[in-house]
């Protein structure tokens, strides 16, 4: 499996987890928006 289909698999399955972690990597200090968003995170 080439590395792009292996990354499409994987933000397939977890949606929200890539979510996080894009928020929380394109902007390192989003205190602010981290305090929104639900606790599940």
């Known amino acids: ?3 792009p ?3 499409l698999g994987f933000v397939t399955l977890n949606p929200t987890y ?3 972690v894009l ?3 394109a ?3 989003n205190s ?3 305090n ?3 606790k599940a995170f």
């Open 1 to 3: 499996m080439s590395q």
């Open 5 to 7: 289909q292996a990354l």
């Open 18 to 20: 890539i979510f996080a």
């Open 23 to 25: 928020s929380r990597s």
């Open 27 to 29: 902007k390192p200090n």
């Open 32 to 34: 602010r928006f981290r």
């Open 36 to 38: 929104r968003l639900p």
